[in-house]
C-alpha cells in the first residue's frame, strides 16, 4: 500500500512559470514531510521540509503548502528555471521510517 | 567532501554473485539508513542503524541481505547469490538525532546491475 501518493508523475512548465507538485497521505501520525530533488545518476538531496503545525514554510523560490485537514502537502517552484528540472519526491515520516512518493519528474523549457 | 560517500557508484554482476557495497556516513551523525530505490520509483526503506546497532529492519530486506555497521561509522550492505530483481540503485543516509530533528542526507547510491 502506498503510503504516500504523488502527482503528476510529469511535469512541463516554461522558464519563469510555477511548478506545484501534490502529495497525499493516510497515516495521521506523520510528523516530519520533506521533499527531496534528485538528478539523473545522483541521490536525492534534501530540498525543503515542514512539520504539521506549520501551514506554510517558504525558502526562497521553494514554498510548501500544508492542509492538515485534508492530508495534503505540496511543492510550489516559484519563477521555475531549467536548471530545476530534476525528479522530486514528496516523503512522510514517523520516527525513522522514511515513506517516499513515486516522483515527478519536472521539465522547465527555456 | 563532508557528505555521505558510497563505494562502488557502480556494480555489475553474474547472477548467483555476491556483492557488498559500503557507505561512509557524514561523520557526527549517529544514524545510518539504507534504502533501495528501482527505476520511476521513490526509495524504498530497508534498514537502519544507531550507532553499531541495526534497530529496525524492513520486509523488503530478504535473508540474502546483510547490513552491518561494526564500529558506528561506515555501513557495508552485502547481498548474496544476486538476482536479477536485484537491480536497483542502493542509497545511504545519515542523519543526526537531535530533539526534533529528522533531517535525513542521502549518498550518490550504487547502482547495481545483476545479469
Known amino acids: 500500500q502506498q503510503q504516500v501518493k504523488q502527482s503528476p508523475q510529469s511535469l512541463i512548465v516554461q522558464k519563469g512559470g510555477i511548478s506545484i507538485i501534490n502529495c497525499a497521505y493516510e497515516n495521521t501520525a506523520f510528523d516530519y514531510f520533506p521533499w527531496y530533488q534528485q538528478f539523473p545518476g545522483k541521490g536525492p538531496a534534501l530540498l525543503i521540509a515542514?512539520?504539521?503545525?506549520?501551514s506554510e514554510k517558504k525558502e526562497g523560490r521553494f514554498t510548501i503548502s500544508f492542509n492538515k485537514s485534508a492530508k495534503q502537502f505540496s511543492l510550489h517552484i516559484m519563477d521555475s528555471q531549467p536548471g530545476d528540472s530534476a525528479t522530486y519526491f514528496c516523503a512522510a515520516s514517523l520516527g525513522n521510517q522514511f515513506y517516499f512518493g513515486t516522483g515527478t519528474s519536472l521539465t522547465v523549457i527555456p | 567532501d563532508t557528505g555521505v560517500s558510497q563505494d562502488p557508484r557502480h556494480k555489475i554482476t553474474k547472477r548467483g554473485q555476491n556483492v557488498t557495497f559500503r557507505c561512509d556516513p557524514i561523520?557526527?551523525?549517529?544514524?545510518l539508513y539504507w534504502y533501495r530505490q528501482t527505476l520511476g520509483q521513490g526509495p524504498e526503506f530497508l534498514t537502519y542503524f544507531q550507532n553499531e546497532a541495526q534497530l529496525e529492519k524492513s520486509r523488503l530486506l530478504s535473508d540474502r541481505f546483510s547490513a552491518e555497521r561494526p564500529k558506528g561509522s561506515f555501513s557495508t550492505l552485502e547481498i548474496q547469490r544476486t538476482e536479477q530483481g536485484d537491480s536497483a540503485m542502493y542509497l545511504c543516509?545519515?542523519?543526526?538525532?537531535?530533539?526534533?530533528?529528522?533531517?535525513?542526507?542521502f549518498g550518490p547510491g550504487t547502482r547495481l546491475t545483476v545479469t
Open positions: 561523520s557526527e551523525h549517529n544514524r
Open positions: 515542514i512539520r504539521p503545525d506549520v
Open positions: 543516509a545519515s542523519s543526526l538525532v537531535l530533539a526534533g530533528s529528522y533531517e535525513q542526507y
